[in-house]
């Protein structure tokens, strides 16, 4: 048990914050009977918690929380971010904008440079992708996923402005320096990703976004 919390009666809708600390959250937790390092510096980046929510009813009765949260050892630009920016070209046709991409977007760390995108690929819910961050900040997307099968968008093959350029450049999809990398926000911590990506849908062409996301 992490934390408890009462909740307040007579009202329909409530916000609760929870703040704990390294030690609260190994607290009585093993792995195979041993208990778990004394200190985070230890920790594997991509390791994670999944805290479930279960609430119990004044009649006694108890009841588990479909959604769960996760708790993980990540990298600077691991987090939520919300989309500032935002073009998807649909066969060189501009089909959505800014204004239609979801309100967050969830990005975890799988290692020390790679990052999986859990929602959305583009507008797109029901995607997973994944890219890679070089020291500079650089974005690149690896044709395969860490388990080894291929990357794709949509169940498409996955594109990118190094493994078909024309099909950005028809769109004028950024592919410059300014896209596919990451910027730092050491002030606020609102740091910034400018991705440009795609899929090719075999007999019909390609589909490419650009976004700019911000933590």
Known sequence: MLKTITLNTGVSFSNYELTFTYPELIEGLTIGGNPLPSSDSTLQIGESWSLVFVSTTSEGKVH??????????????????????GAYYRLGVLSASGGDWPGSTTIESVDETTYKVVEYFGIFSGNEYFFNMDVNDVITYPANKPDGTPQLGNGQPFITCSTNPSDFAAVSIDCTSSSNRGVRDNVDGKDKLFMSYGYFTTGSGPRVFYHELEK
């Open 64 to 85: 588990e929380n479909v959604t769960k949260a996760k708790v993980a050892v990540g990298t600077r630009f691991a987090g939520t971010y919300r989309c500032l920016v």
